[in-house]
């Protein structure tokens, strides 16, 4: 028996999830393809943009709008980059723990006792001026 060439179900990317460089070089690969596979003489008929991104959409299993988007990037920079990755930044209960907490505490109070109504500015250049305790920002 001759074996039979049939191709895997296309899998679909959900909407909303971002793609990576990985399937960005594929559309990229898919799209000078066509490109090349169009003949060069004028007279024939060509395939328009948008049927272009139509058939490397349903190719791919991924939106025209990705499609466009994609493309648009490769021909105004050159090359395709994948998203950022979100940066974890310590919160502030992260950066201060029941030690710090403490002499915050202090300072506060402190600040009462000199009979000074605490406000956030000048509770954070006191807390910043201390070198035991960690700088916050506002």
């Known amino acids: 028996m001759d074996p039979?060439?049939?191709?895997?179900?296309?899998?679909?990317?959900?909407?909303?999830?971002?793609?990576?460089?990985?399937?960005?070089?594929?559309?990229?690969?898919?799209y000078k393809d066509i490109v090349n596979q169009q003949p060069e003489n004028p007279d024939?008929?060509?395939?328009?943009?948008?049927?272009?991104?139509?058939?490397?959409?349903?190719a791919t299993g991924i939106g025209q709008r990705t499609v466009q988007t994609t493309l648009a990037e490769y021909k105004n920079k050159g090359t395709v980059t994948s998203p950022n990755k979100k940066k974890n930044r310590p919160t502030i209960?992260?950066?201060v723990d029941d030690f710090d907490k403490n002499a915050i505490r202090q300072k506060i109070h402190s600040f009462?006792?000199?009979?000074e109504v605490p406000t956030i500015a000048k509770m954070l250049t006191a807390i910043n001026e201390d070198e035991t305790l960690p700088d916050l920002k506002r």
Not at 15 to 23: D, L, N, R
Not at 44 to 58: D, V
Request: glycine fraction near 6%.
């Open 4 to 30: 039979i060439d049939i191709p895997s179900p296309k899998k679909k990317n959900p909407c909303g999830k971002f793609i990576g460089t990985g399937q960005k070089q594929i559309i990229i690969n898919l």
């Open 44 to 58: 024939s008929p060509r395939l328009k943009y948008k049927e272009m991104l139509l058939k490397i959409s349903k």
């Open 93 to 95: 209960i992260e950066k």
């Open 112 to 115: 009462w006792l000199n009979r």
